[in-house]
């Protein structure tokens, strides 16, 4: 049986994703939308990250709280990726960022790799591939082929926007990978856009359609 498929049905994403796909929609707010959804979803993703206890000194006097045991590395698949990233070590500052260079050719959908910051050994517990668009999975499962041979003991994958396409195909090539979404969509179109979508998340992003 496959690692969970997680959409989450928290009323903040529907709400903030009804922005995100709207094609009225400018650069600023997208980004903006773009850093509030992952964040939830950073929280959601992560809610079985191992604790350990710490000893503070409240004003008042002390106490044991739990701080995160595991050393968490995001891999922003750029550059669409990149907004995720930016908005989830704001909430988890001591994590790791591993950036990876992908982009889908237009006329094969197949992933190429121009830039590659992975380590060469494990140095975290837990590594997150995120990326707005599963859309084939081809990048999904470039991405996790290549953090896969890095050692990382624990991989998650977080997406914005997915097709139920890209869905089957990463599960397949990853069975153990738990992957979290804020919606699942109906179809790929005919050149591989998810539909309904929003278009390619790196231009939205970025300002380059
Ligand atoms: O599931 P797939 O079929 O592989 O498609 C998804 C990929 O396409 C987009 O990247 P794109 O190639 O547009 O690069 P960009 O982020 O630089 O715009 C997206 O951010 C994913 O990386
Ligand atoms: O719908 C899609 C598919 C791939 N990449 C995108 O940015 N959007
Ligand atoms: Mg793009």
Redesign the pocket.
């Known amino acids: 049986m496959p690692a969970p498929v997680n959409v989450s049905r928290h009323p903040l994403i529907q709400h903030k994703l009804a922005r995100l796909r709207s094609v009225e929609t400018k650069p600023p707010e997208f980004r903006d939308q773009v850093a509030e959804i992952s964040r939830v979803l950073l929280f959601e993703a992560t809610h079985d990250l191992r604790l350990a206890p710490t000893l503070v000194h409240t004003p008042l006097t002390e106490t044991t709280c739990q701080t995160i045991a595991d050393q968490v590395g995001f891999v922003p698949?750029?550059?669409?990726?990149l907004g995720m990233a930016e908005a989830m070590l704001e909430a988890l500052t001591e994590a790791t960022v591993w950036h990876l260079g992908?982009?889908?050719d237009h006329a094969t959908?197949k992933?190429v790799t121009y830039y590659n910051k992975l380590p060469p050994k494990p140095t975290m517990d837990v590594g997150i591939v995120l990326?707005?668009?599963?859309?084939?999975?081809?990048?999904?499962i470039a991405a996790l082929d290549i953090l896969q041979k890095t050692g990382t003991p624990r991989l998650i994958f977080i997406g914005l926007i997915a097709a139920p396409e890209?869905v089957a195909a990463l599960q397949a090539a990853h069975p153990n990978v738990p992957i979290h979404l804020a919606a699942l969509d109906s179809h790929l179109n005919e050149v591989?856009y998810i539909v309904p979508g929003l278009g390619?998340?790196?231009?939205r992003q970025f300002g380059t359609a």
Request: no cysteine.
């Open positions: 698949v750029l550059r669409a990726g992908l982009y889908r959908l992933p990326d707005p668009m599963l859309a084939t999975g081809g990048s999904a890209g591989g390619d998340a790196g231009d």
